[in-house]
Each structure stands twice: as structure tokens, then as C-alpha cells.
């Protein structure tokens, strides 16, 4: 934090130093319980997805907005003394302080497909990871590590008590809502995204060591993760992961966004529910000069399309360039 010099004495110039005193009153959580509880407190609200369900329902999601004055203090004390979490987590989470941890995945990814063109890759996605993540697995696996010991104190207060939820009622006041929530947590709040990733990290380590002999891995970017091996030893160790972070983390696959890309296109083995990553995108100067329509498999791991047939690489770059296209007058 820094501030404009201001002439000496003034209230502007303690503005400051009185911020980081209490940042680090907060951080150390010696501030009294009931205003640590306040700083947890949410307004929820629900956004209009622009959906009507079958039983002519609004599809909203709810989203709850918390105290901004949390993040600040947290990526200042992340950002300083978070080395301890990204040794914790590596090499298979590499979104707790792993520079570039996103292009590590996309272009790791690319690489090992090459190299191992028999293997299977599987991109999923975890449902509502921030949101529905036992909080006390997370807590209980950070607690474990001496070396992130610092921060302890502070990991236990957002997380144990159950946050007051506010809601605008008929009158357009604000109102106490009447439930509270007390597990998952608030997302873009930084101890959510530890907290979860903390709750699957021995069970993605166990993943990853089950498949390591074979030549294959398992990384993740929060909740988004790629995992690879030969098929005979992915599909069970797979499913083994999946049903291990249900049961203990409550936790579960999110099937439509996952899917699977086989290089060589073996996908000897594969369950019916895992769906083959694809596109389709008109080429307008593909073959002969006339426009063809063509499909070509791969996985979009953070933007970034990762095949070994550069069909999937013009298919997706042409799918971008033609939402980037403005209609003509």
C-alpha cells in the first residue's frame, strides 16, 4: 500500500499507516470475533441468467457480495508471504502462486500430447468448487502443514462460523435472510480458493502418483485440470478420484464441460459419459478456395486449443475470428 505524501501531521497522510495496522490486526485475527463475523457477512442477489426452466421458473444464480476491504488485505499478505502454498500445492495445483501457472497447463499440455500420442487427456471441471467444498477438509489438510503455520489463525476464523447472508426484501430493505451458509465460500475471496483447493490437494497427489509410473499426470488450475495416461490406467484411476473427492470433499464432476482428446483417436475403454472434445467451424479458404465446413477433435485447456491436428487449431482460431466480426452496416 502506498499513499500521496500530504503535509505533515495531517489525517490524509495517517490514512495509511492506520489501513496497514489494521490489515494486519485482521490478517492476524486479533480483531474480536464478532467483527471478524461481520467481515463474512454477504448481500446475496441473484443475476437473471436469460433462462426459463421447463417449469416456467427464471433461472437466476445466486452470487453473494462480500467486503472488499478482505481481498485487499488478503493479496497484500498473499502476495508476500504466500510461498509457503505454492510449495504446498505443486507441482499438481498451479494456481496457488505458480507463476503463469494457467500457460503451464495450456502449453504443458500441448507438449505432453506430442510426446505421448497414445495417451488419453481429460479436461474436466469441478461443480461449484468454491461454492460446495467441505471447508474443514481444507482446513484440516492447511493445519497439517507447520510450514504455512502463519497463517493458521486466520484460515480458522473465515472459516468456522457460519457467515450472516442479507437479502432486499419486498420493501426494497435490507433484511437478515433466514438461512446462513457454512460451507463452500465466498468466490474471488482468496481463502475460498484455498480452502477448496486444499480439500482435494491428497486425493489430485494421489491421482498424480497413481499415474506418474506410466508416464502420465494430473494437474490442475483451481478446479480446471488436465489429466492424462494410457487408457487401461486412466479410466479407473479416474473414477477413483472422482468418487473420492464426492465423498470426502463433497464435490463432483461437472460432465458437460468435460471432455477427452486421444491424439492417436484410441479411446479404447472410454465411458459412455465422458464426451470426445470437438469443434466445427466453417473454413472459408479450405480447400480450393471454397468454404468448407470441418470438425477436428482437441481439448481448450485456458483459452489456449491444444490437438495434434492443426485442423482443431484453424477451426478454433476461425470460430474466434468470426464472434470478433462486426456486422456490416
Known amino acids: 500500500l502506498s499513499s500521496t505524501v500530504r503535509p505533515s501531521g495531517s489525517e ?33 442477489i441473484g443475476l437473471d441468467k436469460g433462462k426459463i426452466w421447463t417449469d416456467g421458473n427464471t433461472d437466476y444464480r445466486f452470487i453473494g457480495i462480500g467486503e472488499n476491504l478482505r481481498r485487499l488485505f488478503w493479496n497484500v499478505a498473499f502476495n508476500s508471504h504466500g510461498k509457503c502454498f505454492q510449495n504446498f500445492f505443486e507441482p499438481q495445483q498451479l494456481a496457488m502462486g505458480t507463476p503463469a501457472g494457467g500457460q503451464i497447463l495450456a502449453l504443458g499440455t500441448a507438449l505432453l500430447m506430442e510426446q505421448n500420442p497414445d495417451h488419453i487427456f481429460i479436461q474436466d471441471d469441478l461443480e461449484n468448487m468454491f461454492g460446495t467444498a467441505i471447508r474443514m477438509e481444507g482446513v484440516k489438510n492447511i493445519l497439517a502443514n507447520s510450514d504455512c503455520s502463519p497463517w493458521h489463525k486466520i484460515i480458522e476464523y473465515e472459516n468456522y462460523p457460519m457467515a450472516n447472508t442479507y437479502i432486499q426484501n419486498g ?144 477451426a478454433n482460431l476461425a470460430a474466434k475470428t468470426k464472434l470478433a466480426q462486426f456486422p456490416k452496416p
Open 12 to 44: 490524509a497522510e495517517q490514512a495509511v499507516p492506520r489501513l496497514n495496522h489494521f490489515a494486519n490486526l485482521y490478517m492476524n485475527a486479533k480483531l474480536p470475533a464478532w467483527y471478524m463475523q461481520l467481515m463474512l457477512s454477504v448481500r446475496q
Open 171 to 314: 420493501q426494497g430493505k435490507l433484511t437478515r435472510a433466514p438461512w446462513d451458509y457454512e460451507e463452500g465460500g465466498q468466490q474471488g475471496a482468496t481463502v475460498s480458493s484455498l480452502t477448496a483447493c486444499a480439500a482435494i490437494q491428497p486425493y489430485l497427489k494421489q491421482l498424480d502418483e497413481t499415474l506418474r509410473p506410466h508416464g502420465g499426470s494430473a494437474r490442475k488450475g483451481i478446479d480446471d485440470g488436465v489429466t492424462h495416461a494410457p487408457p487401461e490406467v486412466l479410466w479407473p484411476a479416474i473414477e477413483k478420484f472422482y468418487k473420492d473427492i464426492l465423498e470426502h470433499c463433497g464435490l463432483q464432476v461437472n460432465r458437460s464441460k468435460t471432455k477427452v482428446y486421444s491424439p492417436n483417436g484410441n479411446y479404447v475403454g472410454k465411458p459412455q459419459e465422458f464426451a470426445i472434445g470437438s469443434v466445427s467451424a466453417i473454413m472459408p479458404n479450405h480447400l480450393n478456395g471454397e468454404p468448407t465446413e470441418i470438425t477436428a477433435e482437441g481439448l481448450t485447456i485456458w483459452g489456449v486449443a491444444t490437438s495434434q491436428d492443426d485442423d482443431f487449431i484453424r
